[in-house]
């Protein structure tokens, strides 16, 4: 069974840091791009940033362009996300995704083209 499990949400003060990570078991996804996206209370899911399967290839939404910086230890089946200069508009529950599309120098920032995604870490900035 797969599994996508993030870890590293929680409380931090606007203008901080924070580091999520996800790791998958049940399979490997060194060979699929895979992602990360956002939601906040009251709106749509925003999807927010990608990476293609060897990590030369990476997305970012104009939101957290500059701010954030996704990374993957394939090694480790493990995608990360930094988080920094944070703002309380990035207030949300994050999760990370993973595709099944095996496409090189691929890094789709669509949500509905990944096939797996964990249950979410709450991140909440304070002012």
């Known amino acids: 069974q797969v599994q996508l499990v993030e870890s590293g949400g929680g409380l931090v003060q606007a203008g901080g840091s924070l580091r999520l990570s996800c790791a998958a078991s049940g399979r490997t996804f060194s060979n699929n791009p895979m992602g990360w996206c956002r939601q906040a209370p009251g709106k749509e899911r925003e999807f927010i940033a990608a990476?293609?399967?060897?990590?030369?290839?990476?997305y970012y939404a104009d939101s957290v362009k500059g701010r954030f910086t996704i990374s993957r230890d394939n090694a480790k089946n493990t995608v990360y996300l930094q988080m920094d200069s944070l703002k309380p508009e990035d207030t949300a529950v994050y999760s990370c995704?993973?595709?099944?599309?095996?496409?090189?120098?691929?890094?789709?920032?669509?949500?509905?083209?990944?096939?797996?995604w964990g249950q979410g870490t709450q991140v909440t900035v304070a002012s």
């Open positions: 990476i293609s399967r060897r990590g030369g290839v990476t």
């Open positions: 995704a993973a595709s099944n599309s095996r496409t090189f120098n691929y890094a789709p920032p669509e949500s509905y083209k990944y096939d797996y």
